[in-house]
């Protein structure tokens, strides 16, 4: 990994027209993405998480969604302002996607071999020969069994495990330079799931692309991760590298994240959970949109928004606690406790790595 940008998010804002009136989905979004790294983005559901990756490749539906503000650039171009086409040739092409649920992103009707050439024979001009014949190498890549037999298949005689290997290869087919992964394993149980993300672990090496991945298991960003971006409410409340947001989280929010993180140590009856409900973003709240959630809020929490503050270099947090005249706080003891828990399954998993194996820590 080195230190190029391929992408960068500036200042994005994105709300969305409902009957109720105007939802600020994404408000304020910034974060780069370095060529050859995965940066994890996690958060509760409707953090704004999906909306924000969406827009780079600009599938949110244009009835309803408004670009308030902000520059999505790549490659010296903004995305958002280019045309059609020169968007057309970029999607799936420089950036492709893998969609959370492969059975409603796969055409039922239509030969998976067929579904992965399509963007090669889009792209890249291939002859259909040549495409199925690339296709079908594709396939084994991934890890589906008998290419040669099941590029024929239809989406529903395949599991979704392998499903989900046939959203990768479709995704994978013109070599992109960002693949974008929105919870790719949420609906795949834990043995495939390790499958799914050692393959992409050992094609991110392969291929040298960059992924961004979205989540909201921090299990899954312990074994993927370069770098984590916390989102909550529509913003980046905290981000840094992988170790600073397992070892050094300064954020409330982030420390509830983590300590409602199950390991098989801990009883699952006895699981820390983070109190209220996320804000309407309808009308978000005056001041820091956690502070009705945080035990540790301060008075001018519920006044003024927090700015981003700096921990170090590559490591910045959302909160007023971080303010040089804010008291010292720590993390309750269950907060420490189980915190500590994970932080040592999360070493062990860095030092057990294994190249081609089962899924574990992978940044070595």
């Known amino acids: 990994m080195d230190n190029t940008n391929v992408l960068e998010i500036k200042d994005l804002a994105i709300s969305f027209k409902t009957f109720e009136g105007k939802v600020q989905a ?17 958060g509760e559901s409707g953090s704004g998480k999906s909306v924000s990756t969406k827009a780079v490749n600009r599938l949110l539906p244009k009835k309803n969604s408004i670009i308030e503000s902000g520059q999505i650039l790549f490659e010296g171009k903004d995305l958002l302002t280019i045309s059609d086409k020169e968007m057309q040739e970029i999607r799936g092409n420089d950036i492709a996607m893998i969609f959370q649920d492969p059975m409603t992103s796969l055409n039922p009707t239509m030969q998976v071999g067929r ?12 002859s259909s020969e040549k495409a199925r014949n690339k296709a079908i190498e594709l396939m084994r890549l991934v890890g589906i069994k008998n290419p ?34 929105d919870e790719p394993t949420t609906a795949l149980d834990v043995t495939i799931q390790a499958q799914i993300l050692s393959l992409m672990n050992n094609l991110k090496k392969e291929l040298d692309t960059s992924i961004i991945f979205i989540t909201h298991d921090l299990g899954v960003v312990a074994q993927m991760a370069d770098r984590v971006a916390v989102m909550y409410a529509g913003q980046i409340v905290e981000i840094g590298t992988a170790d600073e947001i397992f070892y050094n989280p300064m954020h409330p929010y982030t420390w509830g994240l983590l300590a409602s993180m199950p390991t098989l140590d801990v009883n699952q009856t006895d699981l820390y959970n983070i109190p209220g409900s996320p804000p309407n973003l309808l009308h978000p ?27 170090t270099d590559t490591h910045y947090a959302k909160t007023w606690l971080l303010h040089n005249e804010a008291p010292d ?13 994970y932080q040592r399954l999360f070493a062990e998993k860095k030092i057990n790595n294994q190249v081609g194996g089962e899924v574990v820590g992978s940044r070595g």
């Open 148 to 181: 040669e037999q099941t590029h024929k298949h239809y989406p529903h005689q395949f599991s979704g495990g392998m499903r989900q290997r046939v959203m990768i290869a479709i995704s994978l087919a013109c070599e992109p330079k960002i693949l974008i992964a």
């Open 26 to 42: 994404v408000r304020g979004v910034n974060f780069e993405l370095k060529k050859g790294e995965t940066l994890a983005i996690v």
């Open 115 to 126: 579904q992965i050439a399509e963007p090669m024979i889009k792209h890249q001009h291939l």
């Open 285 to 311: 709240p005056v001041g820091d949109a956690f502070a009705s959630r945080n035990e540790f809020a301060l008075a001018i929490d519920f006044e003024q928004e927090p700015e981003m503050f700096k921990v």
């Open 329 to 341: 706080v720590t993390p309750p003891a269950e907060v420490v406790r189980r915190k500590a828990k």
